[in-house]
Every structure is written in structure tokens, then in C-alpha cells.
T-cell receptor, first 116, second 111 residues
Framework: EPEVTQTPSHQVTQMGQEVILRCVPI?????FYWYRQILGQKVEFLVS????????KSEIFDDQFSVERPDGSNFTLKIRSTKLEDSAMYFC??????????????FGPGTRLTVL | LAKTTQPISMDSYEGQEVNITCSHN???????ITWYQQFPSQGPRFIIQ???TKVTNEVASLFIPADRKSSTLSLPRVSLSDTAVYYC????????????FGSGTRLQVQP
């Protein structure tokens, strides 16, 4: 069964450093997403990406964040100048891009980001 | 987006059937109902999705009454490994695909 993969599984960084989280969406999917979940809190939407551009973004997704599809398979989230409050699980998801509400998003296993 | 209400927690025993009901009084005509399962430190896992009546797959069943203002996720014969948080999400593509997760229902299965 096809699945979304993410690397690394755990990333530790110093405050102020830049990190890049990587995802490989399911191969025939057209929409890609990033969500995050701070420990003990809800899963929060960050951004969606379609046709090489941002489709939607939340208030969380400010200038500190950027996304890119550098090649035909990877989808990345870059966080510049990390802050302590960026520590969270970051989940990538992808969907086929079906019209209507039946477009199911499939999530990856997540990257745990720890900012020290 | 339709707001959903589901119990904060539920307890069950191995081998029992578990039914988790979600209320979504403001569901719109084009909204679908989707349930996800999440284990600690893992990504949400899609369980089942439906629009009306009943949907069944190898993992669960989803019952949706005619007015669609609620839905019930049914897990047959749960095991310890079904201990997880279960999320009910309601939405349709009206230009927004962002999923809004609530707090979910924490299911604890006892031996």
C-alpha cells in the first residue's frame, strides 16, 4: 500500500538555526500538506501546495516557513531561524486532488523537531 | 466548516464493539464525514469516510442517519492495539482543503 514517508524521524537543532524537513508524498497525488502538532495539543494545519504553488496557508505559516517541491518526488518544509516554540511533530500529508469533500488526505509518520 | 462534537474519552474491553458518536449539526450539503485514528507520536491514520447511510471497510463501519447531523464510528471487537485518539472531521471542498482537527476521543481498551 502506498504511503507518505518523512525524513528525518527526529531532528534536534539549536535555536536560530534553519531546518529542512523532507517528505515523499504518494506518487500519483497532486496536493501536498504540512501540519504540526505541539506535544499534547491538536493537529494544526500549516500549508497546502498544488501545482508548484501554495494553495492555502494558516496564520501559523508566516515568513519563517517556506515549502518547496525541489524535484518530482520530494516536498520540503523549511523553517528559518527556529524558535523554542517550533518544537513539535510535523506531519506531511498528500491527497489525490479529487473535487468535492471526498479528497482523503494521507499522513506520514511525522518528524519530531526539538529546538534547544 | 461544520463544528464537530465528540466524547473526550471512552473506555472498553478487548473483544467488545465500540461506537463513537460525533455530532455535526451544521453539516453542509457537500460535506463528507471522515474519521482518523492517531497513536502517540504518529501521524493521523485514515480509517473511513462517508457521505450518507452506511459505509463499511475492513477496519470499521460508519453509520450516518438521514439528516446527517451525526455519525457513529463502529469498531468491531476491539483489541488493546485500538487504544488511540479518534477524530471526526467534517468538510467539503469549497475552496479549502485544510483539515481542522478537534481534540478527538481518547479510546482506552482494557484487557
Amino acid at each position: 500500500e502506498p504511503e507518505v514517508t518523512q525524513t528525518p524521524s527526529h531532528q534536534v537543532t539549536q535555536m536560530g538555526q534553519e531546518v529542512i524537513l523532507r517528505c515523499v508524498p504518494i506518487s500519483n497525488h497532486l496536493y501536498f500538506y504540512w501540519y504540526r502538532q505541539i506535544l499534547g495539543q491538536k493537529v494544526e494545519f500549516l500549508v497546502s501546495f498544488y501545482n508548484n504553488e501554495i494553495s492555502e496557508k494558516s496564520e501559523i505559516f508566516d515568513d519563517q516557513f517556506s515549502v518547496e517541491r525541489p524535484d518530482g518526488s520530494n516536498f520540503t518544509l523549511k523553517i528559518r531561524s527556529t524558535k523554542l516554540e517550533d518544537s513539535a511533530m510535523y506531519f506531511c500529508a498528500s491527497s489525490e486532488g479529487l473535487a468535492g469533500g471526498s479528497d482523503t488526505q494521507y499522513f506520514g509518520p511525522g518528524t519530531r523537531l526539538t529546538v534547544l | 466548516l461544520a463544528k464537530t462534537t465528540q466524547p473526550i474519552s471512552m473506555d472498553s474491553y478487548e473483544g467488545q464493539e465500540v461506537n463513537i458518536t460525533c455530532s455535526h449539526n451544521n453539516i453542509a450539503t457537500n460535506d463528507y464525514i471522515t474519521w482518523y485514528q492517531q497513536f502517540p507520536s504518529q501521524g493521523p491514520r485514515f480509517i473511513i469516510q462517508g457521505y450518507k447511510t452506511k459505509v463499511t471497510n475492513e477496519v470499521a463501519s460508519l453509520f450516518i442517519p438521514a439528516d446527517r447531523k451525526s455519525s457513529t464510528l463502529s469498531l468491531p471487537r476491539v483489541s488493546l492495539s485500538d487504544t488511540a485518539v479518534y477524530y471526526c472531521l467534517v468538510g467539503g471542498y469549497t475552496g479549502r482543503r485544510a483539515l481542522t482537527f478537534g481534540s478527538g476521543t481518547r479510546l482506552q481498551v482494557q484487557p
